[in-house]
């Protein structure tokens, strides 16, 4: 039986945890048409435990450092078609961020970085922009523009000297990087690592995806939009990695709103998460992984 | 199996006596954060992990600059200019720009050092505490290079740019001392050169006169080295463009006075740049012309092309950038 390993990779709390748990549900109750479940595996505890989590509205608790997870599936993508095993290792969030900033990472995510037939990445909901001071003083003149009493009107020379500035008082570090340019460095190390001509198939998923669905953006919009470094980086090597975007909720809201929860209890588990595809929405959650068996 | 991971702060021996170089715990030190040891399931408490390095993805030094030319086809830029005229901020803001989308049919195509992109931008960045945006000096021991892989979206063509972001006192000794400037082999193959002139300067009455020599004498260098020719023009870089106000008198005063260096320099052509916001030309502001240029298979005919502000202006205008 062919063994597709597909790299879950992602800054922590970006919700790949939460997509595993959801993924393992609605697979189990044969609700996807991407993509079925086989057979049960032998040993379904790690995945049994998030569901559980999942099931009962509570956020899912993220793979810490040093839980090392990995769960085979035996999937088939349809009815009575050929059965694969599917090797999803659940890397912790803080793997990916140490390997940006300390400039290495463990062995393990190195080899499943080599040997994945396809990757999905996460972003999560927390972006870091990393705002220039200029901007910020564009804005704030917006909302305050200086004072113009109409006698002292000043005239900006190019010579003039600008106001003395406050020196900058924080030492620079790697973690002062925005999230796409983690990002980015991400799929820089793992095209370093692979060999030139096997190309990886990327799914990038952006989750948490009910806060943006009212944009009427389609999920490769949003990443243009929000992630240009990333989306432009993908766009120019995508010989290398061919990709798609998907917009995921794999908890089909945000928990903290009341009347939404309120909507989610009353559904059919299955019919929680929300999966933005192009211009499509469905409940299909194996939908960004279904493209790597094709 | 278990392996002693060195920290990767340089000099830092806590691989070996457990003592941070900061004086830091160990638990605490970010450098060393995520090297501590785990406790894992398949592994006995207490070990190191093995770790696969990456690259650094800080500057290259300078002649150290091979290893980014191993694996591809690199294209040298010097960019050349005095201390203060704005090199880093120029570098820097082409990066912060691609943050914020493509330039014109330029596309980010990755970096080598993004790191080091990272760092000479982040006084620009709100996070730093500072109330200006400012880049930090080049120092004289810390000449390095930048990579930076675009690509063309209308002919599909990819650059890897190896910028040579050089100090301004190593450029003094070029012009000065060309036999035995220290910089000399990285400017001889340097396929682009540009040399920044910081337009504020040019209207100062005191500054501009000597400003122009020097800057002129070093084009004059650059062209009898042949490390500038007709086929490969001196790109004269004008700085700090968002300071000159709009249809302001001055704009004439730094055209007369770019158009002196360039005709110093045989042939040479030249750009008007923006990397800030100001009562003149917008933030990117020349950004396009200077990718053209930098990534152009052969150059055109040599052209003595001093684009009038007044032009500019409406070309910024006509794209709604303004």
């Given at each position: 039986m062919e063994t597709r390993r597909i790299l879950i990779a992602g800054l922590p709390e970006s919700g790949k945890t939460t997509f595993l748990a959801a993924l393992w549900h609605t697979l189990k109750h044969g609700k996807h048409p991407s993509l079925q479940l086989a057979r049960i595996p032998d040993n379904a505890a790690y995945l049994t435990s998030l569901s559980m989590q999942w099931l009962s509205f509570e956020v899912v608790k993220h793979t810490t450092h040093e839980t090392k997870r990995s769960t085979l599936l035996q999937v088939e993508t349809m009815p009575g078609g050929p059965t694969f095993d599917l090797e999803l290792p659940d890397l912790s969030g803080e793997s990916f961020s140490n390997g940006f900033e300390l400039r290495g990472w463990e062995t393990h995510v190195s080899e499943s970085s080599c040997t994945s037939t396809g990757l999905a990445l996460f972003v999560g909901p927390k972006i870091v922009d990393m705002m220039l001071i200029d901007d910020a003083i564009n804005i704030a003149d917006k909302i305050a523009p200086p004072i113009d009493d109409g006698n002292t009107t000043h005239q900006v020379t190019a010579t003039e000297k600008p106001q003395k500035a406050t020196t900058p008082s924080k030492k620079w570090s790697a973690s002062d990087s925005p999230t796409q340019t983690y990002l980015v460095d991400i799929l820089q190390q793992i095209s370093r690592e692979r060999p030139r001509y096997r190309p990886l198939r990327v799914s990038v998923i952006a989750s948490a995806w009910d806060k943006w669905m009212n944009s009427s953006l389609t999920p490769e919009k949003w990443l243009e939009r929000t992630m240009p470094l990333l989306w432009q980086y993908l766009e120019s090597n995508s010989a290398r990695f061919p990709w798609k975007a998907y917009g995921v909720s794999a908890q089909g809201g945000d928990y903290l709103n009341a009347e939404r929860v309120r909507q989610l209890e009353e559904m059919d588990p299955c019919e929680r998460p929300i999966v933005a595809s192009g211009t499509g929405v469905s409940n299909d959650l194996a939908l960004p992984l279904a493209w790597f068996f094709e | 199996m278990s392996a002693t991971v060195p920290c990767p702060q340089p000099e830092c021996k806590a691989h070996e006596d457990g003592k941070c170089i900061e004086g830091l715990d160990l638990s605490t030190c970010p450098h060393w954060k995520g090297r501590t040891a785990h406790s894992t399931p398949d592994d006995e408490p207490g070990r190191l992990e093995d770790?696969?390095?990456?690259?650094?993805?800080?500057?290259?030094?300078?002649?150290?600059?091979?290893?980014?030319?191993?694996?591809?086809?690199?294209?040298?830029?010097?960019?050349?200019?005095?201390?203060?005229?704005?090199?880093?901020?120029?570098?820097?803001?082409?990066?912060?720009?691609?943050?914020?989308?493509?330039?014109?049919?330029?596309?980010?195509?990755?970096?080598?050092?993004?790191?080091?992109?990272?760092?000479?931008?982040?006084?620009?960045?709100?996070?730093?505490?500072?109330?200006?945006?400012e880049t930090a000096h080049t120092p004289v021991k810390q000449s390095t290079v930048l990579h930076l892989a675009i690509d063309n979206m209308n002919t599909g063509a990819r650059k890897d740019l190896v910028l040579a972001d050089i100090s301004g006192e190593l450029l003094k000794e070029i012009y000065e001392s060309p036999g035995t400037a220290r910089m000399m082999p990285i400017a001889l193959e340097s396929e682009r050169v540009a040399l920044l002139l910081d337009a504020r300067r040019l209207v100062d009455k005191r500054q501009r006169h000597a400003l122009?020599?020097?800057?002129?004498?070093?084009?004059?260098?650059?062209?009898?080295?042949?490390?500038?020719?007709?086929?490969?023009?001196?790109l004269v870089v004008v700085t700090k463009c968002d300071f000159l106000p709009q249809e302001s008198a001055e704009w004439d005063e730094v055209r007369n006075q770019t158009?002196?260096?360039?005709?110093?320099?045989?042939?040479?052509?030249?750009?008007?740049?923006?990397?800030?916001?100001?009562?003149?030309?917008?933030?990117?502001?020349?950004?396009?012309?200077?990718?053209?240029?930098?990534?152009?298979?052969?150059?055109?005919?040599?052209?003595?092309?001093?684009?009038?502000?007044?032009?500019?202006?409406?070309?910024?205008?006509?794209?709604?950038e303004g």
């Open positions: - | 770790l696969v390095d990456w690259p650094s993805g800080k500057g290259v030094a300078a002649e150290e600059r091979g290893v980014l030319s191993r694996a591809r086809q690199t294209r040298t830029v010097l960019v050349a200019g005095e201390p203060f005229t704005g090199k880093t901020t120029l570098i820097g803001a082409l990066y912060i720009a691609f943050h914020r989308g493509s330039i014109g049919p330029f596309r980010f195509a990755g970096s080598e050092t993004l790191l080091g992109f990272e760092e000479r931008c982040f006084r620009a960045r709100l996070a730093s505490g500072g109330s200006s945006a122009v020599a020097r800057s002129s004498q070093l084009a004059r260098v650059l062209y009898e080295k042949r490390i500038t020719s007709t086929e490969r023009p001196l158009q002196k260096v360039t005709e110093a320099a045989t042939f040479a052509t030249s750009v008007f740049t923006a990397a800030r916001r100001g009562p003149g030309l917008p933030p990117g502001a020349g950004f396009e012309e200077l990718l053209n240029q930098w990534t152009a298979p052969t150059l055109t005919a040599p052209t003595l092309r001093t684009a009038s502000p007044a032009r500019a202006f409406d070309l910024y205008d006509a794209r709604g």
